[in-house]
């Protein structure tokens, strides 16, 4: 069975760079039929998609955040990682990361239960 | 403002029978598969439907999704309490490189 698991700082003040990892057991993140992604829902509101990346390195962004995001995978820990720069009141939310299919369709599953994450000063 | 829209609530009482939709374009739902993830409050979502129409294992065949041209649909038949929870649509987009669109979500009550 696939597990996820978030963790990292869990408050921020604004400019500051949040940092997390997301362990992985019960699958290989060196595994070619993966991506492996970072999903995030401010409170009271939708979902929204960050990006993903393979065990290659190779990576997909979204467009509204790419400037300032930076995935990185360790094969070796099996784990990966998220890097947001210059954090606002604006990036508080619940990050999640989930395991993503990749090739012949996009489901992401399973899902780590999530870590808040709240930029204040 | 989401890409794909949703309506942001829905309701029904215990067995009736609830459809949520979900509106995209020709660049995301139009030449995409829809996928369909369910959230109970404090929880993390989880995959509902996939590929349009198909239910992982351990989903009740309550669940059912479909989708045309550029919109889509999850109906959830003889509804019951345990699925109060929202529901999140979500596709490839094909613009800007490419990447996951999400709805703005439904809130289901079961009344």
């Known amino acids: 069975q696939v597990q996820l698991q978030e963790s990292g700082p869990g408050l921020l003040k604004p400019s500051e760079t949040l940092s997390l990892t997301c362990a992985v057991s019960g699958d290989s993140l060196s595994s070619s039929i993966y991506y492996w992604g970072w999903i995030r829902q401010p409170p009271g509101k939708g979902l929204e998609w960050i990006g993903t990346i393979f065990y290659s390195g190779s990576t997909y962004y979204s467009p509204s955040l790419k400037s300032r995001v930076t995935m990185s995978i360790d094969t070796s820990k099996n784990q990966f990682s998220l890097r947001l720069t210059s954090v606002t009141a604006t990036d508080t939310a619940m990050y999640f990361c989930?395991?993503?299919?990749?090739?012949?369709?996009?489901?992401?599953?399973?899902w780590g239960q999530g870590a808040l994450v709240t930029v204040s000063s | 403002q989401s890409v794909l829209t949703q309506p942001p609530s829905a309701s029904g009482t215990p067995g009736q029978t609830v459809t949520i939709s979900c509106s995209g374009s020709s660049s995301n739902i139009g030449n995409n598969y829809v996928y369909w993830y369910q959230q109970v409050p404090g929880t993390a979502p989880k995959v509902l439907i996939y590929?349009?129409?198909q239910r992982p294992s351990g989903v009740p065949d309550r669940f059912s999704g479909s989708k045309s041209g550029t919109s889509a649909s999850l109906a959830i038949t003889g509804l019951r309490s345990e699925d109060e929870a929202d529901y999140h649509c979500?596709?490839?987009?094909?613009?800007?490189?490419?990447?996951?669109?999400f709805g703005g979500g439904t809130k289901l009550t079961v009344l």
């Open positions: 979500a596709t490839w987009d094909e613009s800007l490189g490419g990447h996951v669109i």
């Open positions: 989930a395991r993503q299919f990749w090739f012949g369709e996009k489901r992401l599953d399973p």
């Open positions: 590929r349009n129409s």
